[in-house]
């Protein structure tokens, strides 16, 4: 039995169903589990001081491909919108194997992890031949080297350049190749356990990059195999028009017409739908991952957040792939979406607190996961610490729930813990040696963006 004490915590911010602020309160963790909070003395193997600290449920991150790290920042998409944007990496992620899928992982997740996500799901549908086995194998060592909790999508491609679609051969699959792949990985990964560290959806990837009978069939799959579903959906007008064209059906209305709704199945970006179509996602209970600064980066568009929320839509927060992001902060997202709302919804645009809720609990009910997402006895031990005696947060702790928001964070957060586990302890990852890490990936990247 393992037990982790945070002592005497100045402000915890539950983001429980009451929106309770605790000031001046014991947590104690046992085995990974929240199982006493109180101001009455508690003793365990570890503790915390976090009489100088806000405790926050760990952030969800609803939406990755973690792969893009190694492909961030290049000046020749800058300037791109989604199709050409991607025509033109393609023939970069068409080189994607183990190695470049461990280390972009740890880059990708450590970066999470230092910034208070403690669960991230990871969308990758990129499996150059030869190399459609070990690559989630890679992401799940990496998950497991840092300590974070997570989701791996088996996403697919089976429309290529010929096919009329955008990416090479050399990474689509046939149908057939697809959903073996896709049983395989749900039975060796996957852990449908209310506290797991590993699960699996299935993804595949787009609209314009995947058969009818592609997601018709993975729809199936994914509901005999008891696991969620998930794609990008009405991301980009140019996807709009190539559903209109090639099917007569507007995005929503051309997956449903597959099985591609309901409280199992969450798209990202979402920013396309119609005021009509925002309703039958309520009905359905059908979720959207958010994605603001990726959104903003591809001149895609803004999501409907302020009607989704008023709704009941379920939403959730994700930095997406860093080759548009460019980074993977979620801390940073959050901020952003709240003044983007800011911007172009003023009075009706979701507060603070609102944003951060999105990002916990919000981002929990897409992953299917009720214990995450917030801090209550019975909940997993995933959180995180941010010290108040910083000079940055001067006079920002008067709203501790909005403070993330409104005034952000301008460094690491101080610790986070995910499954009873310090993982940042003083702001620095605890489960990998950052400096090695960092000098190896950056050897990586050379050697893969200089490839053919």
Aim: with cysteine; hydrophobic share 40%; glycine share 8%.
């Amino acid at each position: 039995m393992k037990t982790l004490l945070i002592k005497n915590v100045k402000h915890l911010v539950t983001c429980d169903t009451d929106d309770r602020v605790l000031n001046g309160v014991n947590v104690l963790v046992q085995d990974g589990i929240i199982v006493r909070i109180g101001q009455e003395d508690m003793t365990a193997d570890d503790m915390i001081d976090a009489s100088h600290m806000v405790m926050y449920p760990g952030l969800i991150n609803t939406h990755h491909h973690l792969y893009q790290t190694f492909s961030r920042n290049l000046p020749q998409v800058q300037n791109m919108e989604l199709f050409p944007w991607l025509k033109t990496l393609y023939e970069i992620w068409k080189n994607v194997n183990e190695n470049v899928a461990y280390y972009s992982s740890l880059t990708g997740m450590g970066e999470l992890l230092k910034n208070g996500c403690t669960t991230c799901l990871d969308h990758h549908y990129v499996f150059p031949k030869g190399h459609n086995k070990g690559i989630l194998d890679a992401q799940f060592a990496a998950a497991d080297a840092l300590g974070i909790r997570f989701h791996a999508t088996r996403g697919s491609m089976d429309l290529s350049v010929k096919d009329g679609g955008l990416p090479p051969d050399s990474v689509v699959q046939t149908v057939d190749e697809i959903l073996s792949d896709c049983e395989e990985a749900v039975k060796k990964f996957h852990d449908p356990d209310p506290y797991a560290m590993h699960q699996v959806a299935l993804a595949p990837c787009s609209p314009f990059s995947v058969s009818g009978e592609l997601l018709r069939e993975s729809a199936k799959l994914a509901r005999r195999l008891k696991v969620r579903l998930h794609t990008h959906l009405a991301e980009t007008k140019d996807e709009e028009n190539f559903t209109l064209s090639h099917f007569h059906m507007r995005p929503l209305e051309y997956m449903e017409s597959l099985g591609w709704t309901g409280d199992d199945v969450w798209y990202a970006h979402g920013i396309h739908f119609t005021d009509e179509e925002l309703k039958y996602l309520t009905r359905t209970k059908t979720g959207v991952a958010h994605c603001p600064i990726s959104n903003m980066k591809l001149s895609s568009g803004i999501a409907k957040i302020p009607q989704m929320l008023e709704l009941g839509v379920p939403v959730g927060l994700a930095v997406d792939g860093s080759a548009s992001n460019d980074g993977s902060n979620l801390l940073e997202e959050m901020r952003v979406a709240y003044l983007l709302h800011r911007l172009n919804s003023s009075n009706q645009a979701p507060g603070g607190y609102d944003i951060l809720k999105m990002a916990t609990a919000g981002s929990a009910s897409l992953l299917g996961r009720e214990k995450l997402g917030r801090i209550a006895p019975g909940m997993a031990a995933d959180f995180f610490l941010v010290d108040l005696n910083r000079l940055e947060l001067v006079g920002a702790q008067f709203d501790v729930t909005s403070m993330l928001c409104t005034v952000g964070l301008k460094s690491s957060v101080d610790y986070t813990v995910v499954n009873g586990n310090v993982v940042v302890k003083e702001g620095k990852l605890t489960g990998i040696d950052e400096e090695k890490v960092t000098e190896e990936a950056n050897a990586l990247v050379t050697d893969y963006l200089n490839q053919p």
